[in-house]
């Protein structure tokens, strides 16, 4: 079984930052994919960003946070950060993560890839 866990979220006032951190955890070979997602209130959940593991990591995040917010992961410590800085109104929401990790398949050699979310935290930005 895998989970994840975040934290750092908070009330912040606009211009502040805040780093979240997702932290995996469980029995896994590796991880995939991990992302960071927000859901505001009356709003649908949308990617803020997404680390996918290759020779080097590949990270991409949308246009309302490139330049302010960095994605960045930890392969020892199986933990993903969100650094947001220059935050705005707008950011506040709940924010998620999400990861893929290939996982072994109990009495059998095969793996299986399971998706799993964070429970989320909250991040308030206001002054």
């Known amino acids: 079984q895998v989970q994840l866990v975040e934290s750092g979220g908070g009330l912040v006032q606009p211009g502040g930052s805040l780093r979240l951190s997702c932290a995996a955890s469980?029995?896994?070979?590796?991880?995939?994919?991990m992302g960071w997602y927000r859901q505001a209130p009356g709003k649908e959940r949308e990617l803020v960003g997404h680390?996918?593991?290759?020779?080097?990591?590949?990270?991409n995040s949308t246009d309302s946070v490139r330049g302010r917010f960095t994605i960045s992961r930890d392969n020892v410590k199986n933990t993903m950060y969100l650094q947001m800085n220059r935050l705005e109104p707008d950011d506040t929401a709940v924010y998620y993560c999400?990861?893929?990790?290939?996982?072994?398949?109990?009495?059998?050699?095969?793996?299986?890839?399971?998706?799993?979310w964070g429970q989320g935290t909250l991040v308030t930005v206001s002054s």
């Open positions: 999400k990861a893929a990790f290939r996982t072994p398949v109990a009495g059998t050699p095969s793996h299986r890839v399971v998706e799993v």
């Open positions: 469980g029995t896994f070979y590796n991880i995939i994919y």
């Open positions: 680390i996918i593991t290759g020779n080097s990591d590949s990270t």
